[in-house]
């Protein structure tokens, strides 16, 4: 017998994926000075490899969106907000994760993170949900439920 998973809603999706980001930079810097600099190494790699998914998916949700549908000021503002949450995460490669300010550059990451998803906050991408068609919905919606169930990104497309 088959069973039957539930399509996961693609801006539900985006939505935890950044509040699972954000916990995981809290209880990393709350726990970094109790860590072993491998631990953290390894610990930093994670984070940040979820941080790259993340803005891989947003940027499939957004490349899914012909160009005219785009509302460009709010697409400037989140490549924006990306953009500084990118060059905090560039500066922790460029450090050691023994270096004195490394354990600050996780802590601008994270106020860099939560400025991101202050701002987008219970909005995501609402404009551009209006502007899919249901059957573009669904096929998002059954990408997100890739992306949940671990299957490989972009299969659907």
């Not at 941080?51 to 503002?77: A, C, G």
């Not at 907000?81 to 994760?97: G, K, Q, Y």
């Amino acid at each position: 017998m088959a069973i039957k998973v539930r399509e996961m809603d693609v801006f539900k999706y985006l939505e935890a994926e950044h509040q699972r980001i954000k916990q995981q930079l809290d209880e990393f810097i709350a726990s970094y000075n109790q860590m072993s600099d491998p631990k953290r190494f390894e610990r930093s790699s994670l984070i940040f490899d979820e941080l790259k998914s993340h803005f891989e998916h947003e940027t499939n949700l957004v490349s899914r969106i012909s160009n005219d549908d785009k509302d460009t000021v709010f697409l400037k503002e989140c490549l924006s907000d990306r953009e500084n949450i990118v060059d905090a995460m560039d500066f922790l490669l460029m450090s050691h994760v023994d270096d004195v300010d490394y354990k600050q550059g996780l802590g601008e990451l994270l106020l860099r993170f939560d400025a991101h998803l202050a701002h987008y906050k219970d909005r995501p991408f609402v404009a551009f949900r209006e502007q899919l068609s249901l059957q573009e919905l669904r096929t998002l919606d059954s990408q997100a439920t890739d992306w949940m169930l671990g299957s490989s990104f972009g299969s659907r497309f």
